[in-house]
């Protein structure tokens, strides 16, 4: 909430998002390419996770496809069947890449926080 009830910016709020983008500013992963690495993660299944996200398995493939090609390495791991069938898990690059992305949001959650009080104290004054 950016002020007291009945203060002129009382129902607006300071939404954000980071992006991955290469140098000519053309975007590499969005917001919802990190949610699907993360519930790849937790799921471990790009089927599971599609679902999960609303989104068509080629979709998703596509969004992984499109990151692992821009940045030359790849992302998920697929196993294939056994006793328990296949499952997908994230490579070492692509964990470290989600892992950095969840400490890097965490650092700007707090900042913005802070930040967005700021600006909320001056347009309400």
Known sequence: ???????????????????????DGHEILDCEGFELLETIERLRSIVAAAEEMKMSYRKAWGIIQKVENKLGFPLVLKHRGGAEGGYTTLSEEGTQLLNAYRELTTQFDGSIKEIARKFFRKINR
Do not use: I
């Open 1 to 23: 909430m950016a002020g007291s009830k009945g203060s002129l910016y009382y129902n607006v709020f300071l939404n954000y998002s980071l992006n991955l983008n290469d140098t």
